[in-house]
């Protein structure tokens, strides 16, 4: 039977992890693996988090399986924090949420969707992307294709972008990141978000929103922006949220697939075939986690406690960010790193080479990931000046 099994390459960012925890350096620095940290280098469990737990310990009743759509108290909750309390398309019953094992189930069961309902579309991804994105649609059948998104220069190409989108076949589905570029951390302005959706309305496209850094961009409101400017707009779009990053959930495996359609019977049809696609794949969706999203932003004491905790890990990051240009400024570099200030959220592609990136783990026991992403949240405020400085070196010479 297994005689005959190639094996396939771990992932590298694992990979990573691996040399990261064999380094004897007291200083290493891992700046690697896609979790928030904390000043002390750990990834908390949310307070908001643990008192919600605590009530749930109390109030569970039953293990029995929830629904194939999952939770309906989290789905009501999570598409107002989304699409907004106010949104049209809530209103009208054009909206609906289907919980998924985190963003990554919530983007299979997308290319599920598409790929059964939807026959014959592409899925456009940004060039660069969050690798799974690659091999996630790929798996569940779809064609992939790319736009330019930040090129060679280690610049936002805005204008490559929506020459692209033009010559896509109407239609076809693109993928945008709603805040938070993963792994560029490069984000569309205003401007440009209303340029692509000129785009996009105009060749009749069908936008998949990944909306996994809710709140760690420019706040929780802010950084729906996008999501809620194309879903007052257009008829139809599809968002996966992840809970993994802002409630600090990750191994709880919460987030949802969010679909808004043109009529409230159509949306019927449509969360008819994702209940029936889920049921393949995971049968129905782990509780825990949607229990605690839903415990907070359903009290308002604890909703205000988790905002506080978002805010928190927004500024830590933004802070990170700042105090890094400034510590490479003596160096005559901030110019040159200037783009790290300005990016959006946990990563930050540096524009450091592959060869840069060796040294700086050989020489300075610093782990980032050969494209040059760092984990900005990974960063220390006590050592960004020892940072600094073994990057003015490997970049010097
Ligand atoms: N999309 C992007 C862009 C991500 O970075 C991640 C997490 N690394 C996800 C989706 C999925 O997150 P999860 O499945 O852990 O909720």
């Known amino acids: 039977h297994f005689g005959q099994i190639p094996r396939v390459p771990g992932d590298p960012i694992l990979g990573l992890m691996d040399l990261y925890r ?10 690697g693996v896609g979790v928030y940290k904390d000043a002390q280098g750990l990834t908390p469990i949310p307070r908001a988090v643990k008192l919600a737990e605590q009530r749930l310990v109390d109030s569970e009743q039953t293990k029995s ?9 989290f789905g009501a909750l999570l598409l107002r924090q989304v699409l907004g309390s106010r949104a049209i398309a809530l209103g009208e019953q054009r909206a609906g949420c289907t919980q998924a094992p985190g963003g990554t189930g919530a983007l299979r069961l997308a290319g599920e969707f598409i790929a059964k309902c939807l026959p014959g579309r592409s899925i456009w991804l940004s060039d660069p992307t969050w690798p799974i994105h690659e091999t996630l649609f790929a798996a569940a059948g779809l064609r992939v294709q790319h736009y330019p998104y930040v090129g060679a220069d280690n610049r936002l190409d805005v204008d490559g972008m929506l020459a692209a989108l033009q010559q896509v076949p109407p239609g076809d589905v693109v993928l945008l990141h709603a805040c938070c570029h993963n792994p560029t951390g490069f984000d569309l302005n205003h401007d440009d978000w209303l340029r692509v959706l000129d785009v996009v309305r105009a060749r009749e496209l069908l936008p998949l929103f990944d909306f996994a850094y809710q709140g760690f961009g420019d706040g929780l409101e802010e950084d729906a922006w996008a999501v809620r400017l194309f879903a007052e707009t257009l008829p139809e779009m599809l968002i996966t949220s992840s809970c993994s990053k802002n409630f600090g959930l990750y191994r709880e495996r919460t987030g949802a697939l969010i679909a808004v359609t043109s009529e409230a019977q159509r949306l019927l049809d449509v969360r008819s075939q994702l209940a029936s696609l889920a049921r393949n794949l995971w049968s129905t969706p782990p509780a825990h986690g949607a229990a605690v999203v839903a415990t907070i932003l359903g ?12 805010e928190r890990m927004r500024q830590r990051i933004a802070s990170l960010r700042q105090g890094l240009v400034e510590a490479l400024t003596p160096y005559g570099l901030a110019e040159r790193f200037a783009h790290i200030a300005q990016q959006r959220g946990m990563f930050s592609y540096t524009g450091l080479t592959a060869e840069q990136v060796r040294r700086l783990r050989a020489e300075d026991s610093v782990y980032l990931v050969e494209s040059g992403r760092a984990n900005v949240a ?20």
């Open 378 to 397: 990974g960063l220390d405020a006590e050592r960004l000046d020892a940072l600094a400085k073994a990057i003015a070196r490997v970049v010097s010479n």
């Open 65 to 73: 399986y929830i629904g194939g759509h999952g939770d309906a108290q």
């Open 299 to 310: 009290d308002e004491p604890l909703r205000q406690i988790w905002q506080d905790e978002v």
């Open 22 to 31: 064999a380094d004897p350096n007291p200083a290493k620095l891992d700046l």
